[in-house]
């Protein structure tokens, strides 16, 4: 089921982001018998580039991710790992 939770979270950020760059990783493995996993939530990263994310820092962009997601943030996700980056960020890291 995390599979089809990430697969989720990835469609569900593509949809709501111009997404430069996605990657959704599950960690619930790593978390077996911890309470949020007991009770159906899994333990997620992401990282996320998007034009979107321009001019708004840290806590502002967390709070883009996890508006888009809703629901899936008291349910399907217990824990969710963010790094997230405006494209112009993006392509000065990128750059050697």
Known sequence: MSAEV???????LCSAFPVELIEVGDD???HAGHAGARDGGGHYRLTLVS??????????????????LGG???????ALAIRA????????????
């Open 72 to 78: 899936m943030m008291k349910k399907d996700i217990h």
């Open 85 to 96: 980056f405006s494209a112009t960020e993006a392509a000065k890291h990128s750059t050697p």
């Open 28 to 30: 619930s493995a790593l």
């Open 6 to 12: 990430a697969e989720r979270i990835r469609a569900t």
């Open 51 to 68: 034009a979107a994310f321009e001019g708004h820092g840290t806590v502002a962009r967390h709070r883009m991710i996890y508006q888009a």
